[in-house]
Each structure stands twice: as structure tokens, then as C-alpha cells.
């Protein structure tokens, strides 16, 4: 690691860096990983594409501002899920309401088989909703850009549509065992999730 004011290359538990007497990250002068210098409150470096310490700055989203963005986000994906689910039911009991088309039991199947392709189709739409929003030039839903927060990897860098689309399947595995994947978010130093461990993603705050 080098240290964010003189450049100096420090070891990754030291305090102070022995040439300056800085704290090795608690500057903006230097990247911390390879040592090129980078300007004040800048995200990324241009030459190895670490994401930066900034200067006295916690550059990670925390677990309550990536709860309200969420909650944006499942208003917007209920919707057309909502409008797809009403649909099934609609041509559901459109069956059961004509008795010279088919049996009850057989207009009950049709319309519980609506409802599951629509609500398979709802799915769908929000994996690729969450993963295509990600991976895209914005690096967020709709939900993060609102509260002014986005998705990147490790080191930076805007994901891909198949690393979001991991991200988004990981999901699920934060959310068993009373949501303790999601709280994870609120304790961890880089603030992630456990799908942004699995998926190897952060979600910092905007510029």
C-alpha cells in the first residue's frame, strides 16, 4: 500500500507512514494501491482503477439509505408485476365465468396457471431491471439514483450485466434467516451486504 500523502510505499497496518508522519490514507494526494498521483476528492484511479480513500470521507452507502432506496425500488418493480398478476386473474375468471368453455376445476388450473407465467414474467423483469440498471452508465436503479448512491466492484469499476445478474440472484440469500444478509450492511467496514460479498460489489455515494 503507498500512503495517500508523500507516496511512500507503507505497510497495510501502519498507523503513520514513517516518511511523512501522515496517516498512511488520510490524505488525496497519492492512489493507495499503486502510487500514482490522483487529485482531491477524485473516485478512481485513472492508471490501476482502485476505488480511493477520500480525505476524512466514508465513501460506502449505509444500511438505512440503501433501505429507502430499495423501498423505491420494489414500488417501481410492483407495478407492472401488479398489472401482469391482475391480468391472470382477469382471463382466469373470464374461464370460470363461461361454463360452455370448460369445468370449474379446469378454469381453476388455466387461471392459477396465468397467474404463475405472469408472476415468472414479473421476476424476470426485475432481474433485469436490477442487473441491466447496475450494469449500465449510470450504475444504479432508479431507487439509488434518487438517494444518490451506486453499484461497483472492488475496485471500482461499473459491473457487468452477468455480475449484476449474480447480484441480484444472491438476493436471496440475504434475505433468509429474518433479513440478516441485508443488516450486514449496517456493521461491515465497506458497508456490503452479504450479496455484495458473494457478487464481490459495493455500493458507495455519488459526487
Not at 511512500?8 to 500514482?36: D, M, W
Request: proline residues 2%.
Amino acid at each position: 500500500m503507498h500512503c495517500r500523502e508523500c507516496g511512500t510505499q507503507v505497510s497495510k497496518k501502519a498507523e503513520f507512514c514513517t516518511s511523512c508522519g501522515f496517516r498512511p490514507l488520510n490524505s488525496h494526494k497519492y492512489c493507495q494501491t499503486c502510487g500514482i498521483s490522483t487529485k482531491s476528492h477524485q473516485e478512481m484511479c485513472v492508471d490501476c482503477g482502485s476505488l480511493l480513500n477520500v480525505q476524512n470521507q466514508n465513501p460506502y452507502a449505509g444500511f438505512w439509505i440503501r433501505f429507502v432506496a430499495a423501498l423505491i425500488d420494489s414500488i417501481i418493480i410492483s407495478i407492472p408485476v401488479f398489472i401482469l398478476a391482475a391480468i391472470g386473474l382477469v382471463l382466469g375468471f373470464s374461464f370460470m365465468m363461461d361454463p360452455y368453455m370448460m369445468s370449474y376445476d379446469e378454469a381453476m388450473f388455466l387461471s392459477e396457471s396465468f397467474e404463475g407465467i405472469f408472476y415468472l414474467i414479473g421476476a424476470f423483469i426485475g432481474l433485469f431491471y436490477f442487473a441491466g440498471m447496475h450494469a449500465s452508465k449510470w450504475q444504479a436503479t432508479f431507487g439509488k439514483r434518487i438517494v444518490g448512491i451506486k453499484v461497483m466492484d472492488l475496485s471500482g469499476r461499473r459491473i457487468s450485466f452477468f455480475r449484476g445478474v449474480w447480484r441480484y440472484i444472491s438476493t436471496f440469500f440475504s434475505g433468509i434467516i429474518l433479513y440478516m444478509g441485508y443488516i450486514m450492511a449496517g456493521f461491515s467496514s465497506k458497508k456490503q451486504s452479504l450479496h455484495d460479498k458473494m457478487a464481490g460489489t459495493i455500493v458507495v455515494k455519488r459526487k
